[in-house]
């Protein structure tokens, strides 16, 4: 969550973006309708056209040293060890490159995520299927007259999770989750959801959460947990977006008091912190409205961005630490991966990476001077490599000054 929705190019709902991974699981969509009012809003027609010519993928090291051209296209999904990048092409396809920048080979599907160091989940906008960096080519294969709604990928537990929905229109009004291994064999899975749920299964796929959308003066929605025999685990409960801790055990929720998706009172507004293994236990973090929430790699911390700032808190409580300015967490551009990440943690957590004003930014995440690794000219959406030695970008070619600054394939 990553980010990555498919056919039509918008998301059918819209969580917070993991895995690349901003909380261990990645989520993908393939048909398009209304995004919950309590999550984001997308608005297509504000979206400018764009195209794979338009953008180009660098890579720096943490200090703005040694910058290198990778590929046209936008991202730079490392993959876990790090040999490989998978950049989309927002004009359809992903391009597989080694760091040096040398074409392993491009594939025609999009929206890359990365299984382990062979192997991708991808989409051709109709099927899903696991990709290895050889060519091989296997598509998963949801039950008979049902069609696929969502897939996430549930990274702890090394599962696959696809939510299809039967094709008869007198059919129930759920969906039903089939888990598959990274080798594309289902497995038994006991999993329901409503339709109009927002849900998110845990990075270990022993519990889900849903968001059960309802619009009371243009309020939603409440939050329940749920194990794998459909037992509910956490009583409903307010909130307008949340995330599931690296290792499952715990999950970051946000009540907001500002705006129309409002859940809360000034004096209830905040980030809470419910550890899944105690009944309805919640503690709140941060007695302020905060922007979507993105844990550090080991779960040690959190970030959030707002307008007022980029902030980290610690997952066990303390105070929050500002360690920049105005940033927004997710960006979308009108691609095969829809919104993409604007903050990164750095593998061990103990840095960030930003995108602000056009700028890459890196900066301790317990505060410190910002360091600008890039000038402010169309940089955007950072990527650390695993081992912290590289962080990969994306430059809009419409800050270009020569076409030699982003070669033509």
């Known amino acids: 969550m990553a980010s990555r929705t498919a056919r039509a190019r918008m ?122 960096t050889d060519g091989r080519l296997q598509t998963l294969q949801p039950p008979p007259n049902t069609h696929v709604l969502d897939v996430q990928v549930a990274s702890v537990a090394r599962l696959i999770v696809m939510a299809v929905s039967s094709d008869d229109p007198l059919g129930d009004d759920s969906e039903r989750l089939v888990l598959f291994n990274y080798d594309g064999r289902a497995v038994a899975a006991n999993w329901r959801v409503q339709l109009s749920s927002v849900y998110e299964m845990s990075p270990d796929a ?40 690296p290792n499952g055990r715990r999950l970051a929720v946000v009540l907001l008091s500002t705006g129309s998706d409002m859940n809360a009172t000034p004096a209830q507004a905040g980030l809470y912190i419910h550890d899944v293994d105690r009944r309805n236990s919640f503690r709140r973090l941060a007695r302020r409205n905060v922007g979507l929430v993105i844990w550090s790699p080991n779960g040690a911390r959190i970030a959030w961005g707002t307008a007022r700032g980029l902030f980290t808190i610690g997952a066990v409580g303390g105070s929050p630490t500002r360690i920049g300015g105005s940033v927004n967490v997710t960006s979308w551009y009108n691609g095969s991966s829809g919104l993409v990440p604007n903050v990164v943690w750095s593998p061990d957590g103990k840095r960030i990476a930003y995108s602000s004003s056009g700028a890459i930014f890196t900066a301790r995440a317990l505060g410190g001077t910002p360091v600008r690794i890039t000038p402010a000219d169309g940089y955007r959406h950072p990527t650390w490599s695993p081992d912290g030695s590289r962080i990969a970008f994306t430059r809009d070619r419409l800050t270009y000054r020569s076409a030699s600054e982003c070669p033509a394939d």
Request: with cysteine.
């Open 11 to 132: 998301p059918r709902r819209l969580l917070l973006l993991s895995g690349l991974a901003l909380a261990g699981m990645l989520v993908f969509a393939i048909s398009a309708t209304a995004v919950p009012d309590a999550f984001v809003r997308l608005d297509a027609a504000a979206v400018p056209t764009e195209t794979s010519a338009r953008y180009c993928v660098f890579t720096t090291n943490p200090q703005g040293k040694n910058m290198k051209f990778i590929a046209r296209g936008v991202g730079g999904n490392w993959s876990p060890r790090g040999s490989t990048l998978a950049v989309d092409l927002p004009d359809g396809g992903t391009r597989l490159v080694r760091p040096s920048g040398a074409l392993i080979r491009k594939l025609p599907h999009d929206y890359p995520a990365w299984l382990d160091e062979t192997r991708l989940l991808v989409s051709d906008g109709n099927a899903y299927s696991i990709a290895s």
């Open 206 to 245: 022993r519990r889900i959460a849903l968001a059960d959308t309802f619009s009371v003066a243009g309020r939603s929605t409440r939050l329940s947990m749920r194990d794998g025999t459909g037992g509910t685990v956490l009583a409903a409960v307010a909130a307008n977006s949340f995330a599931w801790s």
